[in-house]
C-alpha cells in the first residue's frame, strides 16, 4: 500500500507542538514559523482549507513572565497562557498575513469539543472561517480549563477539531518522523512504520513514553488522536516537524507514519448519525420538503408541518413525510420550542419570529441522512 498524497486531501488540520515553535533559551523560532506559514500557503494557493491546532501559549509565557523550568502550578500555567497567547496569535497572524492570509484564533475546551450544542457552535464558526479562505488557528484555552476538564495534549484536540470541521487529513508534526517498532532513542534495532492500515493492539504497544519539559504530548496521545481521526473518516500523518519546510517535505514524499481509513469525513458523519445517535423527537414534512431532502437538499422551516419531542439544538431527531414514513434523521438546528413556532415559515421570517437570526435550515443537509431509498409522498 502506498502512502497517502497530501495534495489529494481537501481540508487539512495542522497540528504544531510546543517544542517545535518554542526553543526554551531564546523563545519562538520565528524563521521556522516563517518557513512552515510558507508551506502553508502553498497548500491554501491551490484551494486546500487549512486549520492550524498549535500548542506554544504557556511555553511563550512562562519565557515573557521569567518563570522557572520544570510543572508549573495550575495557576502559573493559567498566567502564562494568558501572556502567551497574545503572542503566539499574533506571531501566526503576521507570519500567514505576509503570505495574504488572514488569521482568526478560535480557543477550545474539553467541553467545546463535547457538548452537542457548543460542538455545534464551534464547527459552525470554523465552517465560516473556512468559508471566508480564512485560515482558523486553534488551541486549548488554557487560561480557563483545569485538568479535570481539559484534554491536558493538542494531539488529541486536534483530532477533536479534525473530525469537528470533517477534515480528511491530520498531519501532526512531532520532534520524531514516525512511529518505530521501539523507542528508538534507546533501542538502535528500532524500525519506522510507514502505513498504518489498522489500529491493533500491537501498534498500540508500540506507543512511546513521556515527551519534553515544553510539550504535554507523546507517541501515546498520538495513537489516541489516529483512533479518532480514523473513525472520523480522517487519514493522519505522524511527521518530523523540526526542520524548516517540515509540510512541503511531507507532500514531496518525506518520511511519515500514515495511518489510513477507507472511509471519508462524510461517510463517517452520516454513519455517526444514523446509527448511533438516539432520536429525541419527531418532524414531520409535507410532500415538497420530502422530495427536497431525496434530493440533497437541506430541510427548511417552511416544509415543516409538525413538531414531537423534547428537543434541544443539536439533538437527532426523525423526519417522517405526511403519510407517517421515516425520510431521514438528523441534527436539529433549532430546540422544540423555536421548531415549533417556525412551522411552515419562510427563511427570512426566523429573525421576526424568534427575536434573533437563526440558522436557515431547520436541519442542514450536512448533518441529515436519508433512511429510505424512496417513499411515497
Known amino acids: 500500500m502506498s502512502a497517502p498524497r497530501l495534495a489529494s486531501f481537501h481540508r487539512i488540520v495542522i497540528k504544531v507542538g510546543s517544542s517545535l515553535l518554542v ?33 506554544g501559549a504557556i511555553a511563550l509565557g512562562r519565557a515573557v513572565l521569567g518563570l ?16 502567551g497567547q497574545i503572542a503566539l496569535s499574533g506571531n501566526w497572524a503576521a ?17 467545546d469539543t463535547e457538548e452537542r450544542r457548543r460542538y455545534l457552535n464551534a464547527r459552525e464558526t470554523l465552517g465560516k472561517l473556512l468559508e471566508m479562505r480564512a485560515v482558523p488557528v486553534i488551541n486549548e484555552n488554557d487560561t ?4 479535570e476538564i481539559r484534554y491536558g495534549d493538542n494531539d488529541r484536540l486536534a483530532a477533536r477539531v479534525a473530525s469537528m470541521a470533517s477534515a480528511d487529513c491530520l498531519v501532526l ?26 489500529i491493533t493492539p500491537e501498534i498500540e504497544a508500540m506507543a512511546g513514553g513521556a515527551a519534553s519539559e515544553l510539550s504535554r504530548g507523546g507517541m501515546r496521545t498520538k495513537i489516541e488522536a489516529a483512533k479518532i481521526a480514523v473513525a472520523a473518516g480522517a487519514h493522519l500523518a505522524i511527521a518530523n516537524g523540526k ?15 500514515w495511518f489510513t481509513t477507507p ?20 418532524v414531520t414534512v409535507d410532500a415538497g420538503a420530502a422530495r427536497a431532502l431525496v434530493a440533497g437538499k437541506s430541510l427548511l422551516p417552511a416544509g415543516v408541518t409538525q413538531v414531537e419531542g423534547h428537543f434541544a439544538r443539536g439533538d437527532c431527531v ?16 433549532y430546540d422544540a420550542a423555536d421548531a415549533q413556532q417556525l412551522l411552515g415559515r419562510n427563511t427570512r421570517d426566523i429573525a421576526i419570529v424568534l427575536g434573533h437570526a437563526g440558522r436557515a435550515a431547520m436541519i442542514h443537509r450536512d448533518d441529515l441522512v436519508l433512511t429510505a431509498s424512496g417513499f411515497d409522498a
Open 95 to 111: 507570519a500567514l498575513q505576509r503570505r495574504g492570509i488572514q488569521a482568526g484564533q478560535v480557543l477550545l475546551t474539553y467541553g
Open 68 to 83: 522557572r523550568s520544570g510543572a508549573l502550578k495550575l495557576e502559573e500555567a493559567q498566567a502564562a497562557a494568558a501572556v
Open 173 to 198: 508534526l512531532s520532534d520524531i518522523d514516525g512511529l518505530y517498532t521501539a523507542p528508538p532513542q534507546s533501542d538502535p534495532s528500532a524500525t519506522m512504520i510507514p502505513i498504518v492500515a489498522r
Open 263 to 282: 472511509s471519508n469525513p462524510r461517510k463517517a458523519r452520516k454513519r455517526w448519525i444514523s446509527g448511533t445517535l438516539e432520536p429525541h423527537g419527531i
Open 23 to 55: 526553543d526554551g533559551r531564546s523563545g519562538l523560532r520565528a524563521a521556522w514559523l516563517d518557513a512552515l506559514a510558507e508551506d502553508i500557503a502553498g497548500l491554501h494557493a491551490k484551494g486546500a482549507d487549512i486549520l492550524i491546532v498549535s500548542s
Open 318 to 333: 426523525l423526519v417522517r413525510s405526511a403519510a407517517g414514513a421515516e425520510v431521514a434523521r438528523g441534527l436539529i438546528a
Open 243 to 257: 526542520p524548516a519546510h517540515a509540510i512541503r517535505a511531507l507532500g514531496e514524499g518525506g518520511r511519515a507514519t
Open 144 to 147: 480557563v480549563a483545569t485538568s
